[in-house]
């Protein structure tokens, strides 16, 4: 199973910027989804960006010309650059992607759905 662990959350200022990592564990991963999603305190959780293999991204309304998501294809890590934060961006942020994974016992290729464990994002007023 293919494991997602975020990391770069904490607190920062408003007008601050921060970038969120979600790193994969594994080998012979291939991810064709990346998303973000964010929960706040009280509210459902809801969805951020998308990026797909091909290169094309999409942004909720509220994060659209402030937030980047992308990836580093070496190492299969995806990132979020959050600029120009807001107090309403607190939230704990998770990472979702999802794709095929190649076992390397059996090599047989199994698609994947797997979600990170959340990193905490407050932006302070």
């Known amino acids: 199973q293919v494991q997602l662990v975020e990391s770069g959350g904490g607190l920062v200022q408003a007008g601050g910027s921060l970038r969120l990592s979600c790193a994969t564990s594994g080998r012979g991963i291939s991810m064709n989804a990346m998303r973000w999603y964010r929960q706040a305190p009280g509210e459902q959780r809801e969805w951020v960006a998308t990026?797909?293999?091909?290169?094309?991204?999409m942004y909720a309304d509220s994060v659209k010309g402030r937030f980047t998501i992308s990836r580093n294809n070496a190492n299969n890590t995806i990132y979020l650059q959050m600029n120009s934060v807001k107090p309403e961006d607190t939230a704990v942020y998770y990472c979702n992607a999802e794709g095929i994974v190649t076992s390397s016992t059996d090599y047989r290729v199994r698609p994947f759905n797997s979600w990170g464990q959340g990193t905490q994002v407050t932006v302070s007023s």
């Open positions: 990026l797909k293999d091909v290169g094309n991204t």
